[in-house]
Every structure is written in structure tokens, then in C-alpha cells.
């Protein structure tokens, strides 16, 4: 029964650390661009866009689907790495184990 106990207090120092590491994701961020720099989003940890900025020479009122692409483009790419940012620092946390339903 002791060994239950010690995995017991395992898995809550391990959801604890979880929770904390959440938190921190907010505060870590990943930045893309598109369009040679014209367009960059900026994302944190949690897969939320918190920044986005575009550069006057882009707006073309006469092509807004080019400035559209270019903006999905950059949200996407922003999205994607924040998700590997999350997963990697995941990776730290459960040292390498990949545990269903965590992130």
C-alpha cells in the first residue's frame, strides 16, 4: 500500500506542476510572419493570437484576398508553433511520456 501512496503524491505533485505550467504559457509567446514581414502574429502558449500587425504597404483595397491569405497564413503558422511550444514544454514536465488528454 505504500507504493500506492507514494504514486498518489506523484500524480498530484505532477498535476500541480501541470496547472503551474499552464498558467506560465500565457506568458510565453511565439511570433510569424508572412509575406516577407508584411504580416506578423504573435500567439502565447495557450493557442490564443495576441497580437497581430500589418504593414500599411500591404493593404491593397483593390486585392484584400492577397492580405487575407497573408494574415491566415501567419495566424496558422503562429497557432502551430505555439502548440509545439506547449508540447515541448509539456515534454519537460512528464519526461518524455505522452499522457493522453494532458494539452
Do not use: W
Not at 510565453?28 to 495576441?50: D, F, H, L, P, S
Not at 491566415?72 to 514536465?93: F, G
Request: zero cysteines; aromatic letters at 0%; hydrophobic letters at 45%.
Amino acid at each position: 500500500m505504500k507504493g500506492m501512496g507514494n504514486m498518489m503524491k506523484q500524480a498530484q505533485k505532477l498535476q500541480s506542476q501541470m496547472m503551474k505550467l499552464q498558467e506560465e504559457m500565457a506568458d510565453k509567446t511565439v511570433e510569424t510572419t508572412a509575406g516577407g514581414g508584411m504580416v506578423k502574429v504573435i500567439a502565447n502558449g495557450r493557442q490564443q493570437v495576441v497580437s497581430i500587425q500589418i504593414e500599411k504597404e500591404v493593404v491593397d483595397p483593390d486585392d484584400v484576398e492577397m492580405l487575407q491569405d497573408l494574415i491566415l497564413a501567419a495566424v496558422n503558422e503562429a497557432l502551430s508553433k505555439s502548440q509545439e511550444m506547449a508540447a515541448a514544454e509539456m515534454s519537460k514536465l512528464t519526461g518524455g511520456l505522452n499522457i493522453p488528454g494532458i494539452m
